[in-house]
């Protein structure tokens, strides 16, 4: 326990060392503090409706401005983070485990188990994401779900292929060989020996991927296919944004810029860890 | 002195550091660039809300062909600008109704088609009327003749046009639009017996110079033309499917004439730049809530009653279409024969009288769900629909469809609530033809089935008596608002601008007729 505090704490150490990881590291801690309590810190209830003071500019009382419908942006925007998180978060973390698992097992277990599980990765690689998550979208309809499982089962491949390739270089390793010597079973020697090996390029990945999901959630929604109204979401902000630039700019930056941050924030962080937790790119720094 | 290039040190991290200090650069507010008028000359500049398709009438899609087709075309009689529906005589010297089924007419002697093709005559009306109705030719156009029958040729420009049965629409829809067109019947059999994206054979007073798809189509002066000089030498038509877009070329002096977004109006009633000017003309699009009749959970009237009453389409005309346009009283627009001056069910809700009808129902723990295009005035008026329903009780869940799932709703037998659209030509019976039994399940989605308006749109098409085919389409849209399965909501609205130097010729709905555009 205290060794893998340890482990954390040189790894943020290090992030923070680095000034765009810093940066990334405080956008992505402030995404997920105001998702987390986003009940609590929005000024206005993000789907109460106030058609009198539609389309408002910012102003003390709407730090955004308002909506179409009279809502505060502001608000909208901070549960769009929710939502975002929502769909990013069981999205990614989902895609990572099942790919780890399987592009472990494609990588230590017989050479027809691998042929399969890559031709089943090959298979899912072959849709594009976008077109994939509309066809799946127009036959079970729109919703916080379905973009989760779309966007899971458009990134498992990655993360398949990744862990496999992570698996057959580790596998005739001494120290899994003596493993194997002294009679370990599979399942320990996945579990107790490789996985700590993986994991982390996996964790760099996954944290690199999380602004991909964000943006394909914002993509769908923008196409009005992602959540369901009246639920916040950045996509659907930037879609009536977008169909109401002319009156009012507001709403496409509410929409717009925590894409962006988001964005930024991720892939700072992602690469800034990268370079922290392997060693040769942290002798090239 | 050599210069050399050298390689920049652009990394993914360089890279992301600059795209973020260009991108805070560009956040910060700009000046607007000097506007200039696009009027040069003698080029009329107008934006077509898509491209050009074809140039045969027979298959054309709809308005973005018949401006170009009305330009280069004639017809018997054309519609009449201005804030009325009517017509004018076009190549037509003389139309009259000899009997309901008898239209004689007498062509003008001046009107002739280019590439050699001659004078045109009656054998030219003859050819460009019967070949719609041809099931060879299977126009999708062929429905807008209706009980047409055919055409005797009684001289060389004089005809009779023969009708199986009395057909109103004929002078409203049939003769003046896209169906009325006539093509030359030599150049067009020449060719096969098909027109594709070049004209075989043009006489109206501009030719069709030029088309560069999904860029624009060029229309020149006519040297032949023999009738009124048209204001233009050139009309460029730019297909522009974005209305922002169009705004902002206007704007920009790139246009002379566009249509404009609802939520463009409130400003360009304060000002248009350039000294141009807005023209707010109604539409004969409408738009209401249907109820599906033969879904398990809308089967109670008072349930469906409880629904008109509770929504409020004045907050819905205000947010979601910019305050600048009407409630509607049914799918007939003013200005049309049996349009009605009000409905039985008031657009401003009626909560008490909602909350009254749904206690009456019995139903409790409604939970219904709402199909809408996934367009933002659509979910915008799908979510004030969801609102004003749970301030009595009923659950709305919103399903937003792309285009493609949306349009085959009429299958759908889990549809339970949906927010609609649909385009309109100038007669009331393009607007019953939805509703009608035979419709059901096809564009009827409500599945609203009643007798007594089947008949009454079979009969008020053959009506001649425009009072009693008033009569007529107010009674079939009583019908259809005391079934239940109604909520209207609105027309819509066809805001224009233009710049300075034009007079737009528009129909009551705001379209365009090019060739009547003029200087001023």
Redesign the interface.
């Given at each position: 326990m205290s060794k893998s505090r340890s482990e954390l704490s040189i790894i943020l150490r290090g992030v923070a060392k680095d000034p765009?990881g810093l940066i990334g590291l405080i956008i992505v801690g402030a995404i997920v503090i105001s998702a987390i309590f986003a009940a609590w810190i929005v000024p206005y209830d993000p789907i109460g409706?106030n058609?009198p003071d539609?389309m408002q500019g910012p102003s003390w009382s709407h730090w955004l401005g308002t909506d179409?419908?009279?809502r505060d942006t502001l608000s909208r925007v901070i549960m769009g983070g929710q939502v975002a998180l929502k769909v990013a978060l069981p999205a990614v973390f989902g895609a990572m485990a099942i790919g780890l698992t399987l592009g472990m097992i494609a990588g230590y277990g017989p050479r027809w188990l691998d042929n399969l599980l890559m031709l089943f990765f090959d298979t899912l690689r072959s849709f594009p994401t976008v077109m994939f998550a509309?066809a799946v979208?127009?036959l079970v309809?729109?919703s916080l779900q379905t973009v989760v499982l779309v966007v899971m089962a458009t990134s498992i491949p990655t993360y398949g292929r990744v862990a496999r390739t992570q698996t057959l270089t580790l596998r005739n390793s001494e120290f899994i060989l003596a493993e194997r010597a002294m009679g370990a079973s599979m399942v320990r020697i996945l579990g107790v020996h490789m996985l700590p090996n993986i994991i982390g390029v996996l964790g760099v990945l996954a944290a690199m991927d999380v602004p991909t999901v964000i943006a394909l959630e914002a993509g769908l929604s923008f196409?009005?296919?992602g959540v369901?109204?009246?639920t916040p979401s950045w996509g659907a902000l930037l879609?009536?944004g977008?169909?109401?630039?002319?009156?009012t700019p507001w709403l496409v930056?509410g929409g717009g810029l925590p894409i962006?941050l988001a964005t930024?924030g991720f892939?700072?962080l992602g690469?800034s860890l990268r370079d922290v937790v392997d060693p040769k790119l942290r002798k090239n720094r | 002195m050599k210069l050399e290039w050298t390689k920049a040190p652009m990394g993914?991290?360089n890279f992301?550091?600059t795209a973020?200090a260009l991108?805070a650069s560009a956040?910060l507010p700009m000046g607007f660039a000097g506007q200039a008028m696009a009027s040069e000359g003698s080029t009329l500049r107008v934006r077509s809300y898509g491209d050009m398709s074809t140039m045969d009438p027979a298959h054309s899609n709809g308005v973005f062909d018949e401006e170009i087709h009305a330009s280069v075309y004639n017809k018997l009689i054309q519609y009449k600008p201005g804030s009325e529906w009517g017509w004018q005589l076009d190549a037509a010297s003389m139309i009259e109704q000899a009997d309901p089924t008898h239209i004689n007419f007498a062509l003008r002697d001046d009107i002739g088609f280019t590439n050699g093709h001659g004078a045109m005559t009656a054998e030219d009306v003859k050819f460009s009327f019967e070949r719609i109705i041809a099931d060879e030719t299977e126009s999708p156009n062929k429905p807008d003749m209706g009980s047409f029958s055919h055409v005797e040729v009684t001289g060389e420009r004089e005809g009779t046009i023969v009708l199986n049965e009395p057909f109103a629409p004929l002078w409203s829809i049939a003769l003046p639009y896209i169906t009325g067109n006539i093509v030359s019947k030599a150049a067009t059999e020449a060719a096969g017996g098909r027109i594709g994206t070049d004209p075989v054979a043009e006489s109206g007073p501009y030719l069709r110079a030029s088309w560069s798809p999904k860029e624009k189509t060029v229309l020149t002066r006519n040297p032949d033309w023999k009738g009124d000089a048209p204001a233009w030498d050139n009309i460029e038509i730019l297909p522009i499917d974005d209305e922002?877009t169009a705004?902002i070329a206007f704007e920009a002096g790139e246009l002379d004439f566009t249509r404009v977004?609802l939520?463009?109006v409130?400003?360009y009633r304060a000002g248009v730049p350039n000294g141009g000017t807005l023209l707010e003309n109604p539409s004969l699009f409408y738009v209401w809530l249907g109820m599906n009749l033969d879904h398990p959970k809308l089967q109670n009237p008072l349930l469906r009653q409880a629904i008109q009453h509770a929504i409020d389409v004045p907050?819905i005309l205000?947010?979601?279409y910019?305050g600048a346009v009407e409630p509607s009283t049914g799918i007939i627009a003013p200005g049309l024969a049996g349009h009605r001056e009000a409905g039985k069910v008031a657009p401003a809700a009626d909560f008490a009288r909602a909350a009254e009808l749904l206690a009456e129902s019995g139903e409790t723990n409604v939970t219904l769900t709402l199909d809408v295009l996934?367009?933002?005035?659509f979910?915008?008026t799908?979510?004030?629909i969801?609102?004003t329903l749970a301030g009595i009780g009923i659950t709305v869940?919103?399903?937003?469809?792309?285009s493609?799932?949306f349009w085959d709703s009429g299958n759908n037998e889990n549809l339970q609530l949906v927010l609609n659209r649909f385009s309109m030509t100038p007669d009331p019976t393009y607007a019953t033809a939805w509703f009608t039994t035979e419709q059901a399940g096809i564009w009827n989605w409500e599945n609203f089935r009643n007798a007594e308006f089947d008949q009454l749109h079979a009969d008020a098409a053959r009506e001649t008596d425009l009072a009693k085919r008033a009569e007529m389409y107010i009674r079939a849209q009583d019908l259809m608002e005391e079934s239940g399965a109604y909520r209207f909501i609105t027309h819509e609205a066809t805001p224009v601008v233009h710049s300075s130097g034009i007079i737009p010729a528009l129909r009551p709905d705001g379209l365009t007729l090019l060739r009547y555009f003029g200087k001023s």
């Open positions: 765009l409706m058609i539609r179409n419908l009279g509309l979208v127009a309809g729109p196409l009005g296919l369901k109204p009246p879609k009536d977008y169909a109401l630039i002319r009156q930056v962006i930024l892939t700072f690469e | 993914r991290r992301l550091k973020t991108g956040a922002n705004e977004s939520g463009s409130e400003r907050s205000e947010a979601a910019f996934n367009k933002t005035t979910t915008t799908a979510q004030i969801q609102a869940e919103i399903n937003v469809l792309e493609g799932a």
